[in-house]
């Protein structure tokens, strides 16, 4: 069988691999023309490219991947089964019916949840106890085909949706395989998608980014787990932003245990002091572990931060720098 491979990100590097390692005779790959990146805006391969180059499988980098010039490019290569795996172009119903045996995709969630291009953000910033991947049959709808296989992955509390996406990556790989296997004995299911159930997951915003205090403590700290570590959700100090990387939830039961504030009686007068119109107010620093911040319902123990022209580092280091009073108001 003659596979042509589609993908751009590390996502769907573990995928190629695979295909590769399981001997398959991969004919191309198809992936993202080269981006500028960096300070020096220097061209930069994708991470499929360079995997395809190191196993010495030819590139193939159209602009379009609908025009009439690199389908008829597809025609002469002949695949017999196109996999598409996070590769960033939509593919034209010409391009779908070329190969006999169809064009599979690998998605990073179970279906129908979760159609669209971040479901692994999403799936982390809602606070899912699960997730997984799933293989279709692609058609002319955006993650509406037949499913063939899916695998459930848990999410751990302190998962983050970059931990998530390398489980996936990985967990894709492996499903991709049993997939292939299937399709080639002639045994794969095709099970149609409840639409009914479908749930969609669009490309993130910088609004979606900013943290919004007035929301309770466990939704705030799922956002934050699921922007790191990319893009990172953010507040802002002053006129600065403040991009916040890890967080602790001292929420029990839909309110903050004074107790939980590390046994301090200022974080504990801090905190009944505290009114709902507080939401974003410092009302700790514990040495060694960070700042207490007030949520709409609970409040988090911030642990990691950015603040805008510097780097990461640990809230006790940044304190160092940059003192912060309680009272002090985020965003």
Wanted: proline content about 8%.
């Amino acid at each position: 069988m003659r596979i042509l491979f589609m993908g751009t990100p590390d996502f769907a590097v573990p995928c190629l691999d695979a295909l590769v390692k399981s001997g398959r005779d991969v004919v191309g790959v198809v992936t993202q023309p080269d981006r500028p990146k960096g300070r020096g805006r220097q061209l930069t391969p994708s991470p499929v490219k360079l995997k395809a180059t190191q196993c010495g499988i030819p590139v193939y980098q159209p602009e379009k991947i609908k025009s009439p010039e690199f389908v008829s490019q597809l025609k002469e290569i002949r695949p017999d089964l196109i996999v598409v795996v996070a590769f960033g172009q939509l593919l034209s119903p010409e391009i779908l019916d070329l190969p006999p045996y169809g064009c599979v995709n690998v998605h990073a969630s179970l279906l129908p949840g979760y159609r669209g291009a971040a479901p692994i953000h999403w799936a982390v910033i809602n606070g899912e106890k699960e997730t997984g991947v799933t293989t279709m049959y692609m058609d002319r709808g955006l993650d509406t085909g037949d499913m063939i296989l899916n695998q459930l992955i848990p999410v751990a509390e302190d998962d983050t949706v970059g931990s998530v996406h390398d489980k996936l990556a990985e967990a894709g790989a492996r499903l991709l395989i049993k997939t292939i296997d299937a399709i080639e004995k002639g045994q794969a299911p095709r099970t149609p998608q409840d639409h009914s159930a479908a749930t969609y997951a669009g490309l993130l915003k910088r609004e979606h980014e900013r943290i919004d205090w007035d929301r309770g403590a466990e939704d705030i700290r799922n956002l934050i787990r699921g922007m790191n570590p990319w893009p990172g959700a953010y507040t802002t100090l002053g006129d600065r932003v403040l991009k916040v990387w890890q967080a602790e939830s001292f929420e029990a039961g839909g309110a903050t245990a004074p107790q939980a504030l590390s046994g301090s009686m200022a974080a504990r007068e801090a905190y009944e002091g505290s009114a709902p119109g507080d939401s974003g107010k410092v009302l700790q620093i514990i040495p060694g572990r960070g700042l207490v911040v007030q949520a709409g319902n609970g409040c988090l123990l911030l642990t990691e931060v950015q603040l805008q022209g510097s780097r990461k580092m640990s809230v006790e280091e940044f304190l160092r720098g940059h003192p912060v009073k309680p009272g002090t108001r985020l965003g």
